[in-house]
């Protein structure tokens, strides 16, 4: 669930919750049936808050899945046409 928030930009629990449980595209993406309990956005806080806190199982698990998403196509590198700067010289 937290993908699809990521990747539609809602920033809310609360909110992604409820994007879950009326849009049928996410439910299924989620493997949610129609009669399916979309889980209680305090859960997302309680894990990130609590077993998560001094974790960075999450983070990498996110990159894993984005970078197999830009692999196959999925996602467009967006910051591959960004400059940053470095000491030195500007670094592509």
Request: charged share 30%; aromatic share 12%; glycine share 6%.
């Given at each position: ?13 609360r ?16 493997r ?41 196509g ?17 670094v592509?």
């Amino acid at each position: 669930m937290l993908l699809v928030g990521y990747c539609y930009g809602v920033r809310s629990e609360r909110r992604l919750c409820e994007e879950v449980h009326l849009n049928l595209a996410y439910r299924w993406f989620c493997r949610l049936g129609l009669d399916g309990e979309v889980p209680d956005h305090s859960t997302f806080s309680k894990n990130r808050h609590g077993r998560f806190r001094d974790c960075d199982l999450l983070r990498k698990l996110f990159e894993t899945v984005v970078r197999r998403c830009m692999a196959e196509g999925l996602v467009m590198d967006v910051f591959s046409h960004f400059v940053l700067p470095s000491r030195d010289r500007y670094v592509r």
